[in-house]
C-alpha cells in the first residue's frame, strides 16, 4: 500500500492537469515526486525553496489572482513556522487554499522535535473558517485532497501521516461515522487511530465514531450518538490532546456530560525512537487506550 503522501504527489499531479486553476506551492518537500507536472506546467509547479514564510506568502499571493494554491511541506514548517503568513495572506486578505502537510505529530522521530507538530491543529483553531481534514488511510486522503481542490475558495488543511489504518472509510460526505454502537459511553477516533481505538475498545460497550474531517465540528452526529445523557465522551486524537475537546462540550452543551481528551502529550520526548515507541509513550497504543478509557468511564474498576 502506498502512503498518503505518495498519494497526495499522483492525485495532485493527475489534478494539476485537469484543473488550469490550481497551482502548486513548494518547499523543497516532496520535489522528487513533482518534477514530471513541474515540466509539464513550470508557470504552476513552484519550488521556493526553504523558506517556508514564502512559501506560505506565494500561496496567498496566487489565491489573489484568482487560482487554487496547494501548499506543501511538513506540518511543523507549513502550520507553525510561517503562523503569521497563514493568518494575515488567507484569513486577513479573505483569500482560501489548501495547506497539506506531512509528517504529523511524531512521523519521523529521528528528524528531532523540530520536525514534530502535535500543535498544528490547536493552532489553526485560533483562526477562523478553516476545514480540517485528518484522513486514516490514503484512499481517504485522495477523496478528501479531491474534496479540497474543488473547494470553491475555501481555506482547507489536510494533515497527512505516515500511520494509516488497515481499511478506509467512506469519507465522501464529511459527516463522522458510526463504526460500532454501544450504550456505555462514546469514543470519537480521529484518523490513524481509528485501528487502535477498535482495537483497545473490543468488547467494551460503547459506541465508536469516526472522525476524518475535524472541523467543522460534527455536532449533531454526536449529540445524537449520546442521546438525552448523561453521557460519557472520549476523544482520541492524533495530535496534542484535548484540541477537540471544547467543541464536544460546545455541542453537548444542553446535555449533561463528561469528556476526556486523548492524544499527543505536551511533554517532549527527547528519546525519539519509532513512530510505535512515540505513540505508546502518549499512551495512544491498544492497551494503553482500553486502560485509560475503562477508567474514565468506570473510575470505581480502577
Not at 511533554?267 to 474514565?296: K, M, N, Q, V, W
Amino acid at each position: 500500500m502506498d502512503t498518503m503522501r505518495e498519494r497526495f504527489v499522483s492525485v495532485t499531479s493527475r489534478a494539476l492537469d485537469e484543473d488550469p486553476r490550481l497551482a502548486l506551492v513548494l518547499a523543497e518537500i516532496s520535489m522528487d515526486g513533482f518534477r514530471p507536472a513541474r515540466q509539464r506546467h513550470p508557470e504552476r509547479v513552484i519550488n521556493v525553496g526553504i523558506r517556508e514564510q514564502l512559501l506560505v506568502g506565494v500561496g496567498g499571493g496566487l489565491a489573489l489572482t484568482g487560482l487554487r494554491p496547494v501548499v506543501h511541506t511538513f506540518a511543523s514548517f507549513l502550520v507553525e513556522r510561517p503562523f503569521e503568513q497563514v493568518k494575515l495572506d488567507f484569513g486577513h486578505q479573505g483569500t482560501g487554499g489548501v495547506l497539506v502537510s506531512a509528517s504529523a505529530s511524531y512521523d519521523w522521530p529521528a528528524g528531532g522535535f523540530t520536525h514534530m507538530s502535535p500543535g498544528d491543529v490547536a493552532l489553526l483553531d485560533t483562526l477562523d473558517g478553516w476545514t480540517v481534514h485528518v484522513p486514516g488511510h490514503p484512499d481517504e486522503a485522495e477523496a478528501l485532497l479531491r474534496h479540497a481542490y474543488a473547494a470553491g475558495d475555501d481555506k482547507v488543511y489536510v494533515r497527512l501521516s505516515e500511520q494509516s489504518n488497515t481499511a478506509s472509510r467512506p469519507v465522501t460526505d464529511l459527516r463522522l461515522r458510526t463504526v460500532r454502537e454501544g450504550r456505555a459511553g462514546v469514543v470519537v477516533a480521529v484518523g490513524p487511530l481509528l485501528d487502535n481505538v477498535l482495537a483497545g475498545t473490543e468488547g467494551l460497550d460503547v459506541t465508536v465514531l469516526y472522525a476524518s474531517t475535524v472541523r467543522p465540528f460534527d455536532d449533531a452526529v454526536l449529540r445524537e450518538a449520546v442521546g438525552r445523557g448523561p453521557a460519557d465522551v472520549v476523544l482520541v486524537e492524533p495530535y496534542l490532546a484535548g484540541t477537540s475537546t471544547t467543541a464536544a462540550n460546545d455541542a453537548l452543551a444542553a446535555v449533561p456530560h463528561r469528556v476526556l481528551g486523548l492524544g499527543v502529550g505536551r511533554a517532549e520526548l527527547r528519546r525519539y525512537g519509532t513512530i510505535g515507541e512515540h505513540t505508546a509513550a502518549h499512551g495512544l497504543d491498544p492497551a494503553s487506550l482500553r486502560r485509560r478509557i475503562t477508567a474514565f468511564l468506570d473510575p470505581a474498576a480502577g
